[in-house]
T-cell receptor, first 118, second 109 residues
Framework: GAVVSQHPSWVICKSGTSVKIECRSL??????MFWYRQFPKQSLMLMAT?????????EQGVEKDKFLINHASLTLSTLTVTSAHPEDSSFYIC??????????????FGSGTRLTVV | ELKVEQNPLFLSMQEGKNYTIYCNYS?????LYWYRQDPGKSLESLFV?????AVKQEGRLMASLDTKARLSTLHITAAVHDLSATYFC?????????FGDGTTLTVKP
């Protein structure tokens, strides 16, 4: 089945620094990827939709300059958290829309990145 | 704006019992998903439901979709401890998925 690889699995960074998270589709081309943030014991909150070769579409309330998304190829999307602060600490998850048989597409999720800003 | 409501949010059940989780959504959609999330892990896809009346089963879990009622159910049969997890439904609309708040299931011996 479709596999999405997300790295790193966890990262600890100092306040004010930037962190890059990668999301790769390993065995399929993903023209669209999604970035979510999940706080403890809460649901997934969509941050942005990433389209290959074009600018990402951000959800209302998500700072574009703080959460930089790049989708430069059909298999790679990156999320960079710039000037991270403790309130950015969260679980970040990417997903890609895969295409199953007969257009029966679903979503494959990366393994998630636990970001802790100290 | 698409809204997705799950209930219950927390469910504690004994092994061997049956129970149903409900997922209501506010606007028309023909794609509904069920996912499982274990603590500290990402999401695992369980079911994709594409049409009215769709029913899918995998092991002790069975999901159904009623698009007219805008309702999906996830039925658990003869629960076992391994089913303890958080279950999310998600509905597609406007090119993206909207998630319910999740149902945290605890199965006790």
């Amino acid at each position: 089945g479709a596999v999405v690889s997300q790295h790193p699995s966890w990262v600890i960074c100092k306040s004010g620094t930037s962190v890059k998270i990668e999301c790769r589709s390993l065995d399929f081309q993903a023209t669209t990827m999604f970035w979510y943030r999940q706080f403890p014991k809460q649901s997934l909150m969509l941050m942005a939709t990433s389209n290959e070769g074009s600018k990402a579409t951000y959800e209302q309330g998500v700072e574009k300059d703080k959460f930089l998304i790049n989708h430069a190829s059909l298999t790679l999307s990156t999320l960079t958290v710039t000037s991270a602060h403790p309130e950015d600490s969260s679980f970040y998850i990417c997903s890609a829309r895969d295409r199953g048989s007969q257009g029966n597409y679903g979503y494959t999720f990366g393994s998630g990145t636990r970001l802790t800003v100290v | 704006e698409l809204k997705v409501e799950q209930n219950p949010l927390f469910l504690s059940m004994q092994e061997g019992k049956n129970y149903t989780i409900y997922c209501n959504y506010s606007t028309t959609s023909d794609r509904l998903y069920w996912y499982r999330q274990d603590p500290g892990k990402s999401l695992e896809s369980l079911f994709v439901l594409l049409s009215n009346g769709a029913v899918k089963q995998e092991g002790r879990l069975m999901a159904s979709l009623d698009t007219k009622a805008r309702l999906s159910t996830l039925h658990i049969t003869a629960a076992v401890h391994d089913l303890s997890a958080t279950y999310f439904c998600a509905v597609d609309g406007a090119g993206k998925s909207t998630f319910g708040d999740g149902t945290t299931l605890t199965v006790k011996p």
